[in-house]
C-alpha cells in the first residue's frame, strides 16, 4: 500500500483523518464489487468512460495522494488499464454530442505539469468539448501542490471547474484555504463531492460545519454521494433512511447555497439518482398537502 504524503502524516493524528486513510490489507479481501459502478461496461476507449449522453469521463491515472479506504476504484490500484490519450480525443472527436469532461483517477495532479497540459490540449482543439472538469483530492490531502505554476496552466484552458473530495471539516486547514483562495481568485469556479461515511460525517452537525465552511472558501456543495458497494465499503455505508432525515434536517437549517444534492449510484451501472425527503403527502386534484423541514402541513393551490 502506497505511503501517505507528508501532509496526511501532520493530521493522521485526528481520527477524521485515520479512519479515512489507514487500513490493513485485508480489508481489500472483504466483500463487495470490484466494479460497483459497472465502469468497464462504458468503456469505449482506454481511460474513457461514457456513461451519460453529453459527458465523458477521463480515468488518466491510477495514483492519488489519498488511498482512501472507501474508493470505489480500488481496483484500479492495481489492475489499471492505463489511459491512451490519442484514443480518447479519437472517440471524442467523433461523437458530437459531447460536451464536457470529466478528468478523473486517481488524483490528475498527480501528474506532472506537462502532462496534464498535454491533455487540456487536446481536449481544447475540439470544438464541441465546452466545459472541462478535474476531480481532485489535492486540496485536502496535499495541497501545495496547487501553487501559481498549476493554477496559471489550467487557467488557460477555461472554462474548467474543479471537484474537489472532501469530506470532513478537519480537511479544511490553512493550506487548503491558501489553495482555494488561489484557485478561485483566479477565476476557476470550484465545487466538492462528499462521500457520507459512517462514524466520520454521518451527523448533522458535522456536515453543517463543512458544508458551510465550504461556501465561506467560495466552494459550492455539490454532491454528497452514498458510499458505493465496492470491495471493503460495508463498514463505511449510510442506510438511505437515516441519509434523508440528515437531509432533511439540514435543509431548513443551512441555506440552498451550502446544500449538495444526496445521490448514489445504482448497481449495474443504472447511473446516480438523486433524493429528497418526501415533502408531499397527497394530492386532491388540482391541491397538494405538503410538509416543510418544521413538521407543518399546509396546502398549496396548483394552476
Not at 181 to 207: E, F, H, K
Not at 241 to 252: D, V, Y
Not at 287 to 301: A, K, M, Q, V
Request: glycine residues 8%; proline residues 4%; charged residues 25%.
Amino acid at each position: 500500500m502506497p505511503a501517505l504524503n507528508h501532509h496526511l502524516i501532520g493530521l493522521i493524528h485526528k481520527s477524521s483523518f485515520k479512519n479515512q486513510f489507514i487500513f490493513k490489507k485485508t480489508e481489500l479481501l472483504l466483500s463487495g464489487s470490484k466494479d460497483p459502478l459497472n465502469e468497464s461496461r462504458f468503456k469505449r476507449a482506454r481511460g474513457l468512460i461514457h456513461r451519460y449522453p453529453d459527458r465523458v469521463v477521463l480515468t488518466i491515472t491510477n495514483r492519488c495522494f489519498a488511498y482512501c479506504r472507501f474508493c470505489f476504484r480500488k481496483n484500479n490500484w492495481k489492475d489499471f488499464e492505463g489511459f491512451d490519450l490519442d484514443e480518447a480525443l479519437n472517440y471524442l472527436e467523433k461523437n458530437r454530442q459531447i460536451r464536457e469532461v470529466l478528468i478523473s483517477g486517481g488524483d490528475p495532479f498527480c501528474l506532472k505539469n506537462g502532462e496534464l497540459e498535454k491533455i487540456l490540449t487536446g481536449l481544447r482543439k475540439i470544438g464541441h468539448i465546452s466545459v472541462i472538469r478535474i476531480g481532485t483530492r489535492t486540496l485536502t490531502s496535499n495541497p501545495k501542490r496547487i501553487d501559481r505554476e498549476t493554477v496559471n496552466l489550467i487557467c488557460k484552458y477555461k472554462p474548467l471547474w474543479l471537484a474537489i473530495h472532501i469530506n470532513h471539516p478537519d480537511e479544511i486547514t490553512k493550506e487548503f484555504r491558501d489553495s482555494a483562495s488561489l484557485i478561485v481568485s483566479s477565476g476557476i469556479p470550484m465545487i466538492s463531492q462528499t462521500v457520507l461515511l459512517r462514524g466520520i460525517n454521518d451527523n448533522t452537525a458535522t456536515l453543517k460545519k463543512l458544508f458551510c465552511e465550504l461556501v465561506k472558501n467560495s466552494i459550492k456543495p455539490y454532491y454528497l454521494f452514498g458510499c458505493d458497494q465496492a470491495v471493503g465499503n460495508g463498514k463505511f455505508r449510510v442506510p438511505i433512511n437515516k441519509a434523508l432525515e440528515l437531509i432533511k434536517k439540514l435543509r431548513g437549517r443551512i441555506s440552498g447555497l451550502c446544500m449538495p444534492a444526496f445521490s448514489f449510484d445504482l448497481p449495474d451501472g443504472g447511473g446516480k439518482v438523486v433524493l429528497e425527503p418526501d415533502c408531499l403527502i397527497r394530492r386532491e386534484k388540482n391541491r397538494f398537502l405538503f410538509r416543510n423541514f418544521e413538521g407543518g402541513e399546509f396546502w398549496y393551490e396548483d394552476i
